[in-house]
């Protein structure tokens, strides 16, 4: 088999791995699947450049002196126009088949963008909390600041968004004049009951132990420590932010009620945490008013 052949089969090769990548991806991606044609793609159009490089590019001629050997003219003028006519053909053929192996594989490379998904806009700073909602436990039950006991610790969510991982709050009642908190979260700790986001600002685990003899949350993934009475201030461990406090104050019933949502995004620390979705600066003033709804 020619040259010539052979470069235009692993070209073929290519285009049709690639194509075939694209079609397993949208018809739900088979990961070990994909991995197999896309080196199958890489390495027949690597392979293929090579041997065109190899064996069809024009290479210096060196040659040594010897005795001239004749042909006429008319042979001469066949054998050349032959060969430049074969050669022209040649070369079309193979830049079309390398445009098309290239293009496939391009489309192929692209097809990852189409599971980036939507940009996030305002999610990463905005959680169920709203003004006016009641806090309540897992199974919906509101609840009054006498309902816990000092040092008793409980995951509470808001009103009608009961399950929200976002939204997940750390309860605890301490006693009022332990609580060292400044502005206004001074004002949100309703008979010593204060709120903590519950995920952690480290990694994103959820921040379920309370150490009451020092009064301090506790990450168990990575140990980040939390103290209660001084805003949730990291104490130790890799976190280096607060957990976000919950506004919180009690409704004309007695049933602790949010005041806003979290004055600062929750969890982990990302690239544009001091701003928001429409540039805006957050400032951490503890005024819950720019948060609520």
């Known amino acids: 088999m020619s040259a010539t052949r052979w470069i235009g089969g692993l070209f073929g090769l290519s285009l049709l791995a690639s194509l075939g990548l694209v079609a397993v991806y949208l018809f739900g991606g088979q990961a070990q699947i994909e991995g197999l044609l896309l080196g199958l793609a890489l390495g027949a159009l690597g392979t293929g450049i ?18 001239r050997l004749g042909s006429p ?6 054998v050349v126009g032959t060969a430049q006519l074969e050669q022209i053909g040649r070369r079309t053929f193979l830049v079309r088949m390398l445009l098309g192996a290239g293009g496939a594989l391009a489309a192929a490379l692209a097809i ?11 999610e990463l700073f905005q959680t169920p909390w709203r003004a006016g909602l009641r806090i309540v436990t897992g199974d ?7 309902d816990l006991g000092l040092n008793t610790v409980r995951t509470v969510f808001p009103e009608g968004a009961i399950g929200s991982h976002d939204a997940a709050t750390v309860l605890i009642r301490v006693r009022p004049s332990d609580l060292q908190l400044d502005g206004r979260a001074s ?36 140990q980040s420590t939390f103290d209660v009475l001084r805003g949730a201030v990291p104490t130790f461990g890799p976190a280096a932010r607060r957990l976000p406090q919950l506004p919180m104050g009690v409704d004309d019933e007695g049933y602790l009620v949010a005041l806003g949502d979290f004055p600062e995004p929750v969890g982990p620390s990302f690239w544009n945490l001091t701003h928001d979705a429409d540039g805006g600066e957050v400032v951490d003033d503890g005024d819950p008013a720019e948060h609520s709804e």
């Open 140 to 146: 919906g039950t509101p609840l009054r600041p006498d």
């Open 112 to 122: 990852p963008v189409f599971s980036l998904g939507p940009a996030p806009g305002r």
């Open 50 to 67: 090579v041997v065109w490089a190899i064996r069809l590019l024009d290479a210096p001629e060196i040659s040594e002196e010897r005795h």
């Open 187 to 222: 004002e949100w700790t309703p008979e010593g009951c204060v709120g903590y986001s519950k995920i952690c600002t480290h990694a994103g685990c959820p921040v379920g132990l309370y150490r009451a003899e020092d009064q301090a949350l506790l990450c168990p993934c990575h």
């Open 73 to 78: 003219p008319e042979t001469r003028a066949e």
